[in-house]
């Protein structure tokens, strides 16, 4: 499968599920729900046959709880899910950020609010870059836009998690899962067995060379002043993540607009912005990678250098909420939404792109 | 008295009941007739018996219990509310030559937990759970638990626990005996010395079950909260032989390796 350069032609959620086995997943835990499901019956059988455990949880809650069990222990371990599943399985979430336990978490975000529906959505932006669960935490979060990137950025977030200790948020979308594409696959990641250990549980030598204290990883610290403690190790972790925020950028340099747009809607947008350009309109895209931490920096010099910019999001308005503070010193960005429930193509995004470019 | 416990002073004296090697030598936060201590010293003694110490990872749950792993000497784990038993599926499946067990009470277990001990259970994780039944959420002030007695009068329940508006208090024993995958269950009580000694072969025996491969171990401990209950220690252990035992009976509930069937539970077994 992986390991040689042939190209391979497969799901986005295929992808995902390749990338993380390459990457050196051992556990997987999950539960059914649509866009995601390929996932899942992905691992149940290569996983499981490369010998690594898959289990179906009783419930989003479980899966992601049992995910806090193997990461705990500082094995490779994933979770997947999609949107109503995201938000059961915020408690873990907190938690693990809460005890700095690293772990691969899939959203292919669906529809919302509520049950939604099916189809592809970027409604859970808020919950991904925001924490999602209770008090004050921050997820690394990855956004890819094609099969290609979905399986890097999975086999990527491994490493990034144990580096980090934090839970890691791969965001796809209905587009991003069910698309089918070619991909080339990376060699198989060699894993450090003695990986995480100096935090990992794996029982507590009484003597002899490897001797030690037992640990504990907890996320409750009630001693005065201990969790404030707590709290400042983890802002600065999230302060020192600001060097991988990543985005792509495409004809920007003379462009008068710039279109800021994430995932599969970034995609769709750098073909209007491309079809545009042959008009010879002055327009260019801005495709953030990392939306936590978010491309602050890039977006904020294309500002100053006088750009305006459109934002363009398949959902009510999210995302804008983080360019406009990148770009507050020097400019706004307008907005385009696509309502979840529409599947939109480039020639949707050329009107409002022509528009926001015509206003001065 | 076990004879791991049996050991030499420096000044000759042969000493007769010693702190167990597993237990963690400071005070423990608990309430005075509390029999957390009890039932934490019994998981030590039997982690020093059965030499798995080093080899241990404790899972502890959210409740006056949260602070196992201070006590216990082994690398542990908190876990939220009600889910102690996915978070030992993922360290049991992550690290499967481990010692895993939880430690949770009645309303992490058998109210906010009760999906995730049932599916545990029946998926035959390989991991030992000790369940502290006192009918009554203790550190939260000692409001109404899913196993709260009819008639007993809680912070919640504060005319008592009536049948028609609060439910009947489960048994928990009775329904995780019934699940495939469940190698040893049972009830026991820390109220007396008699009850005590008969709780710890239980333990032993949910703890082996895990050990030895045959599935999951669960042992009920009806235990006292003299706080809660607003009564004395001897009190509280009164009420537990006198209330709680009649509606929750001790005893053996499941055990494959008495009624020989352990060889269906192991891989490759019939």
């Known amino acids: 499968m992986a390991g040689n350069k042939e190209r391979l032609f497969v799901k986005g959620n295929e992808a995902i599920a390749m990338g993380a086995l390459a990457a050196g997943c051992r556990c997987f835990f999950g539960y059914p729900i649509t866009p995601q499901n390929d996932i899942p019956e992905f691992m149940s059988k290569y996983l499981v046959e490369a010998g690594g455990q898959f289990v179906q949880a009783e419930s989003e809650v479980a899966a992601a709880n049992m995910l806090l069990g193997a990461g705990a222990c500082g094995v490779r371990a994933m979770t997947s899910s999609s949107s109503p599943g995201l938000s059961l399985k915020q408690e873990a979430i907190s938690y693990m950020a809460g005890s700095e336990i690293p772990a691969v978490i899939v959203n292919m975000n669906r529809g919302g609010p509520g049950l939604g529906d099916i189809g592809p959505s970027q409604g859970d932006y808020f919950q991904s870059t925001r924490g999602g669960g209770h008090g004050d935490y921050r997820l690394l979060v990855l956004a890819p836009s094609s099969a290609q990137e979905a399986y890097d950025m999975t086999f990527d977030a491994f490493d990034l998690a144990f580096a980090s200790r934090n839970p890691v948020l791969i965001l796809g979308d209905a587009i991003i899962g069910q698309m089918k594409e070619p991909i080339t696959p990376r060699e198989p990641k060699a894993v450090d067995p003695a990986e995480g250990g100096d935090w990992r549980l794996i029982g507590a030598p009484k003597s002899g060379p490897d001797k030690r204290e037992h640990r504990i990883i907890k996320s409750l610290f009630l001693n005065d002043g201990e969790l404030a403690g707590q709290n400042m190790k983890l802002q600065a972790k999230y302060e020192a993540w600001k060097k991988l925020a990543a985005c792509e950028t495409f004809e920007v340099n003379d462009a008068e607009l710039v279109v800021v747009a994430y995932g599969s809607i970034g995609r769709i947008a750098k073909n209007a912005v491309r079809n545009l350009r042959a008009k010879g309109k002055k327009v260019g895209l801005l495709r953030p990678k990392t939306l936590y931490p978010f491309p602050e920096k890039a977006l904020e010099k294309l500002a100053k250098a006088g750009k305006r910019f459109l934002t363009i999001e398949h959902n009510l308005g999210q995302m804008v909420e983080d360019v406009r503070l990148s770009v507050r010193h020097y400019a706004d960005s307008e907005l385009f939404c696509v309502y979840p429930g529409n599947m939109p193509s480039p020639d949707d995004f050329e009107a409002p792109i022509l528009r926001a470019l015509g206003r001065k | ?270």
């Open chain 2, 1 to 270: 008295m076990s004879k791991a416990n049996t050991t030499v002073a420096p000044s000759g004296e042969e000493l007769v009941f010693t702190r167990p090697a597993s237990l963690v030598d400071r005070p423990t936060h608990y309430c005075p007739g509390c029999h957390h201590g009890i039932a934490h010293r019994l998981v030590a003694e039997l982690l020093d018996e059965m030499g798995v110490i080093e080899n241990t990872i404790a899972v502890a749950s959210i409740g006056c219990s949260v602070f196992l792993y201070n006590y216990i000497d082994a690398d542990g784990v908190e876990s939220p509310h009600g889910r102690a038993p996915a978070v030992a599926t993922g360290v049991k499946r992550a690290r499967p030559d481990k010692f895993v067990f939880t430690y949770q009470g009645d309303g992490d277990l058998a109210s906010i937990g009760m999906a995730e001990i049932i599916h545990a259970a029946n998926r035959g994780e390989r991991i030992s759970v000790v369940f502290i039944n006192n009918t009554v959420y203790g550190m939260t002030g000692g409001q109404m638990a899913p196993t709260t007695l009819i008639g007993q009068k809680t912070t919640t329940c504060p005319a008592g626990r009536c049948l028609e508006r609060e439910g009947a208090p489960i048994r928990m024993a009775e329904i995780i005996a019934h699940l495939g995958g469940t190698a040893f269950c049972a009830r026991g009580s820390l109220d007396s010395v008699k009850n005590i000694r008969q709780a710890k072969k239980y333990m032993r025996q949910a703890f082996e079950v895990q050990a030895k491969g045959f599935g999951f171990g669960f042992v009920e401990l009806l235990s006292g909260c003299p706080t809660n209950w607003r009564m004395t220690p001897v009190a509280a252990n009164k009420r537990i032989a006198d209330e709680m035992i009649p509606y929750f009976p001790l005893g053996v509930y499941r055990d494959v390796v008495a009624d020989g069937t352990c060889g269906s539970m192991v891989a490759g077994g019939e």
